[in-house]
């Protein structure tokens, strides 16, 4: 970067972040999210107090096939790295109602209690000390119909989530001593299937479910933040421009500096601005989803290279949304033509499906080639696996070429936008000012 346009950088972001709307807007806003969800938090809490799962359900074995066994009953075999996830969202999610109430019941499982009677059974209920009665009817091997009494309308209810392991308890009472028991575990857990993906060089490994978290998580991230980073930096670069625009300060400015130095000056000063804002932002929101994947050994090379179309698409989209912003003759207007690009970047999450589930597939290819949806398409696809590295370079290569197309054009079209006022000029002009400026 030049010395001129750095100087226009550092006194972008200086005069931005030391404002005090910016001040008030970046901090004041997570307090008043946080209050509001602590609201939202207590009034909650204090509605689901009553339902705080039990982890035990009553049963009334009318029929005499019921096993009632000693230890809790899982609702299904949950694979260990599964589990330690949950568990790690069980430990944040423990106390917000629904979501904790059900992880805790996936996780521990289900004791049964089993009563004598139906009163009893229900005595108990109203003393909190179950969550859920059963009745298993004398006629249930022909009907096959049982009777649930749960306190709860909820449909998180403990007694909707204790559903399934009361299945597994009626399947393994009903096989009992009339099927082995190893035919017994297959029954109910007929397959653990191992899934082997092929390696680039040939060979094939196990993927687990964690293997395709890491693989994922990064990617999809780094996509959420260029949409949400292009929608407020985005504005932060419009509203810089404007307002000097309107003041006609900037044809004192244009005396002294190149319109290709002022243009990357506001883009990387006014940009970084908007960036910090959001990254203060999410660095407040993000604290719970830090701590959950802190375990997940995340590729190095997968960050890195999410990194680079990050910065390479967020330059591309500031340059058009600076450029085309301009071309207004208000504040308003340039909002409204600058943020028009932003809907590129958007398009892909539009193919998701069809990206996710054909990765090296014709239509997301394509989508990698055209420059607006190339950063996202790749960051997707190489989450889903189906990018390979000469196309990752060949990517990046030609979004850095675009780059460099784009502020050159922009940078004619910015110097006589910002000289012009009270007339909107048309695409012809604008063309003609790409090739004579």
């Known amino acids: 970067m030049k010395g001129k346009a750095w100087i226009v950088a550092r006194r972008e972001f200086l005069a931005t972040v030391l404002r005090p709307g910016w001040l008030i807007g970046t901090f ?3 307090v008043f999210v946080g209050l509001y969800a602590g609201l939202i938090f207590l009034v909650t809490h204090a509605a689901v107090r009553l339902d705080k799962p039990t982890g035990k359900a009553g049963i009334v074995d009318q029929s005499g096939i019921v096993k009632v066994e000693a ?37 521990s499982g289900t004791t049964f209690v089993p009563f004598p009677s139906l009163d009893e059974a229900l005595a108990a209920l109203d003393r909190k000390e179950i969550g859920v009665v059963f009745v298993v009817p004398k006629d249930y091997l022909a009907t096959g119909k049982i009777s649930a009494y749960d306190a709860s309308t909820s449909v998180f209810s403990e007694g909707k989530l204790t559903s399934l392991p009361l299945r597994r308890l009626l399947v393994k009472s009903l096989a009992a001593g009339k099927v082995d028991p190893q035919v017994m575990e297959r029954i109910l857990q007929p397959a653990a299937i191992a899934t082997y993906a092929k390696q680039p060089g040939g060979t094939w490994a196990e993927r687990g479910i964690i293997d395709v978290v890491k693989r994922f998580v990064v990617p999809f ?26 003041n006609r300060v900037i044809e004192v400015i244009l005396s002294s500096i190149d319109a290709r130095s002022l243009l990357l000056g506001k883009l990387v000063g006014l940009g970084a601005a908007g960036l910090l804002q959001l990254s203060i932002w999410l660095s407040m929101a993000l604290v719970p989803l830090v701590l959950l994947v802190a375990g997940l050994a995340l590729s190095p090379m997968i960050v890195l290279v999410c990194l680079a179309y990050f910065v390479l698409a967020f330059l591309l989209y500031g340059t058009l949304i600076t450029a085309t912003g301009v071309l207004g003759t208000n504040a308003k207007d340039m909002q409204q033509y600058g943020m028009f690009w932003a809907i590129g970047c958007a398009v892909p999450m539009f193919f998701l499906q069809v990206v996710m589930s054909d990765p090296q597939g014709t239509a997301a290819r394509i989508l990698s080639y055209i420059p607006l949806t190339s950063a996202v398409t790749m960051m997707l696809r190489i989450g889903a696996g189906g990018a390979p590295w000469w196309e990752v370079v060949l990517t990046l ?41």
Do not use: C
């Open 28 to 30: 004041g806003m997570p």
């Open 71 to 107: 230890g809790p009953v899982s609702a299904a075999e949950i694979p260990d790295e599964a589990k330690e996830a949950f568990e790690g969202a069980s430990a944040m999610s423990a106390q917000v109602g629904p979501v904790g109430s059900m992880v805790k019941t996936l996780l």
């Open 221 to 246: 991230g780094f996509t959420i933040l260029l949409v949400v980073s292009i929608l407020v930096a985005g504005g932060t670069l419009i509203q810089g421009v404007s307002e000097e625009k309107e």
């Open 397 to 437: 290569a030609l979004l850095a070429g675009w780059v460099w197309v784009t502020l050159r054009f922009a940078a004619r079209v910015f110097r006589t936008a910002l000289l012009m006022y009270g007339k909107r000029p048309s695409v012809v002009e604008v063309f003609r000012w790409m090739r004579q400026a």
